[in-house]
């Protein structure tokens, strides 16, 4: 059974920093791997989407990785801003979508 | 903006009440989701639809019993609910097969009395 950990659970930051969460599965078998942006009430947006065969993607100032041998995935978020505060999980696909705890990021002014 | 639609956004019910969450892409999806999610937790898979036919059932009590219409609709009755259900309530879609990528709603926060 697939089990997907995201290291720090919670993350204060002062604004411009860049920083780097971290998303750890058990089972290198994925096809993909998704990183979610969730603020508090809502929804889940889908930031990013790592096919297996890729080793990162980009949008905008964040920057995600895979390495499935070693089973982590790490989104790089570039000089952080207030407006990045929210929750960030990462969730791997197979017969349900596996989530990760989720890192909750306080990016303060 | 997002492209699953929820409906309500806020329901606040009794636990004697029967009440409905509604849920609604036109992405041309084929596959749909329901999650329950907890106060700092991630999102736990409730039920999923594949071509309208309900596929997975991950144990949910029978107060919950979702429907779907139609390959844009997804319905989640609700009837007869503990406090302990209260939760945000999360749809999504996807292209069918289990390794497709997810869209969410932005869920109904629901609150038992």
């Known amino acids: 059974k697939q089990e997907v950990t995201q290291i720090p659970a919670a993350l204060s930051v002062p604004e411009g920093e860049n920083l780097v969460l971290n998303c750890s599965f058990t089972d290198s078998a994925i096809y993909n791997l998704q990183w979610f942006r969730q603020d508090p009430g809502k929804g889940l947006t889908s930031l990013l989407l790592?096919?297996?065969?890729?080793r990162e993607q980009t949008s905008g100032r964040l920057n995600a990785s895979l390495d499935k041998s070693s089973g982590r995935s790490t989104l790089y978020i570039a000089a952080s801003q207030p407006g990045d505060s929210a929750t960030y999980l990462c969730a791997v696909p197979g017969n349900m979508l596996t989530f990760g705890g989720g890192t909750r990021l306080m990016v303060k002014p | 903006d997002t492209e699953v639609t929820q409906t309500p956004k806020h329901l606040v019910m009794g636990m004697t009440n029967k009440k409905s969450l509604k849920c609604e892409q036109h992405?041309?999806?084929?596959?749909m989701y329901w999650y329950k999610q907890k106060a700092k937790k991630p999102p736990e898979l409730m039920f999923v639809y594949s071509y309208e036919k309900l596929s997975i059932n991950e144990s949910v009590p029978s107060r919950f019993s979702p429907e779907c219409p139609n390959s844009s609709l997804l319905n989640l009755h609700l009837h007869a609910l503990q406090p302990e259900d209260s939760a945000l309530y999360l749809c999504a879609s996807s292209l069918p097969g289990g390794y497709q990528p997810q869209h969410f709603g932005d869920g109904t926060r629901l609150s038992i009395l």
């Open positions: 790592i096919q297996s065969s890729q």
């Open positions: 992405m041309g999806h084929r596959a």
